[in-house]
């Protein structure tokens, strides 16, 4: 089942997101989150901080899994999702560090480390809400388009355009992004119990019409959607403007 909540814009969205985890988190506060990193997801992170800063959320006993990371940063490496995540949200909320993962860049063993993410997944008993954005050209977490769907963790190498998008956060030199990053699989994804994902500006708009009414296709990863049992899309004007 899919519901949309279309809110006017970016900070609406990020309210709206916050307002989501917010519930999960106070209705099952053992619940195992799914986050995600990127501009889209950083106004929530700042409402949900707000919100725990005020005594009216706790992060106490949440687990949280990311979708991805880099191949080759290191923890402390500034544009890493495990420094991300540290500054967003985990350093400034009362989560135990320690119930946080993100996958490892620096893993000498890629392959070993995607399974033993997996089953890490499974250990926690499976993403009660998994946080999703989505990129210009559909992708979900770093499953770039493509001829077939991912199961499971797996390395990937980043889509030219994902290249040139993230470039902002590498002093605009698509030479200093990495070429590669450990990826939740669209199977790791959609075994998620609840999916939230947030899609906000105009130039995102043509994708994300087409993940949701056009053909359901790995060319456009996100669309796989449509068969998930519970999503919520919140989205900005600008992001639905084509719906
Ligand atoms: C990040 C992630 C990516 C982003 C997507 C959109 O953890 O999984 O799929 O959600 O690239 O990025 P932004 O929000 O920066 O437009």
Redo the contacts with the bound molecule.
Sequence with gaps: MLRIYKKSDYESMSRQVANLIAAQVTLKPKSVLGL??????NGAYKYLIESCKQGDLSFAEISTV???EYVGLAPDHEQS?RYYMNDNLFNHVDIKLENTHVPNGLATHPTQECLQYEQLIADLGGVDLQL????HNG????NEPSESYTKITNVVDLAER?IQ??SIYFENDVNKVPKQAF?MGIGSIMRARKIVIAVSGAEKAESLVKAFQGPITPSLPASILQVHHDVVLVADEAALSKF
């Excluded at 992708?139 to 770093?142: G, K, L, R, S, Y």
């Design positions: 995600a990193t990127g501009s889209t997801p990311n979708l991805d999702y999703l954005g989505m990129g992708h979900i977490a770093f994902t998008a993230n990826t």
